[in-house]
């Protein structure tokens, strides 16, 4: 679980540093990392990120398809490690007894997008402000992100977090 959100944090450092071209077909293609991206534009780590949710029913369905598809990993993943044990010690694995279930996440990038856990997030918000992805992501103009964000979401919605955009920006 760990490699695979810093693989992720690996892809968004990239895509900062080329959004022309990898950028691009990030945001185009890989929903976790679009959101991620829009999480360092936006300065706003939490799940979803508002600006792919517009209203509180868009949010509650991502939130929905997400702990879905978390619990049929979680059922793979025992399913897995069971055949795993059948096969050498015969020990019944379940969610208290497994091994893999806090150390593995099911590698989909063109699926659906990830919740991050909090301690992820909260390392994004460092790396973002540390390395400053989101100023660099908003400078693209070959693929305006930032124009994206507030042609989906309206530029109403978009202010609060638009005017902390602009004050950081300053000087």
Request: glycine letters at 4%; a negative charge; one cysteine or more.
């Amino acid at each position: 679980t760990g490699s695979y959100w810093k693989a992720w944090q690996l892809l968004l450092i990239i895509s900062a540093h080329n959004p022309e071209e990898f950028g691009a077909l990030a945001w185009d293609s890989y929903p976790t990392l679009r959101a991620l991206m829009e999480m360092c534009i936006t300065s706003q780590f939490v799940f979803p990120p508002p600006t792919l949710t517009t209203t509180p029913e868009k949010s509650e369905e991502v939130r929905t398809q997400e702990l879905q598809l978390a619990q049929l990993e979680k059922q793979q993943i025992l399913e897995f490690e069971s055949r795993l044990a059948a096969a050498s010690s015969k020990q019944v694995i379940t969610e208290q007894s497994s091994l893999l279930l806090s150390t593995i996440t099911r590698m989909d990038p063109l699926g659906p997008l990830r919740r991050p856990a909090a301690g992820v997030l909260d390392q994004l918000k460092q790396i973002n402000s540390h390395y400053k992805l989101g100023h660099l992501l908003c400078r693209s103009r070959k693929r305006d992100f930032l124009l994206d964000i507030l042609q989906r979401q309206g530029t109403n919605q978009a202010m609060p977090w638009l005017a902390d955009l602009v004050e950081s920006n300053e000087g």
